[in-house]
Nanobody
Framework: QVQLVESGGGLVQAGGSLRLSCAAS????????MGWYRQAPGKERELVAI???????NYADSVKGRFAISRDNAKNTVYLQMNNLKPEDTAVYYC???????????????WGQGTQVTVSS
């Protein structure tokens, strides 16, 4: 079994910063892409940022220049540094990871439970 556990959400004023963390644990052989998604009330879940096992990154246009995704492969952990936060960044943030539980197994998408980020104006 694999678990993704997020931490670091909270309430912050506009212009402030937060750092989210997501640690994967359990029966893990390897982790490919890791990413962060968010879902605001009444909206669909959207990609925020993604990082490959080789540390290539991609960001949603709305967060470029403000957010930074990183990972520590030794700790099976992905981070999202969020700076200059705006009220429109308010959402539940979910981490995602493509994980193989053994060498011959296919990649499976796992999701964290979500962490609330609220940005006040």
């Amino acid at each position: 079994q694999v678990q993704l556990v997020e931490s670091g959400g909270g309430l912050v004023q506009a212009g402030g910063s937060l750092r989210l963390s997501c640690a994967a644990s359990g029966s893990i052989f390897s982790i490919d892409d890791m990413g962060w998604y968010r879902q605001a009330p009444g909206k669909e879940r959207e990609l925020v940022a993604i990082i490959s096992s080789g540390f290539s990154t991609n960001y949603a246009d709305s967060v470029k220049g403000r957010f930074a995704i990183s990972r520590d492969n030794a700790k099976n952990t992905v981070y999202l540094q969020m700076n200059n936060l705006k009220p429109e960044d308010t959402a539940v943030y979910y981490c995602n990871a493509e994980i193989r539980t053994r060498a011959a197994a296919p990649r499976v998408n796992y999701w964290g439970q979500g962490t609330q980020v609220t940005v006040s104006s």
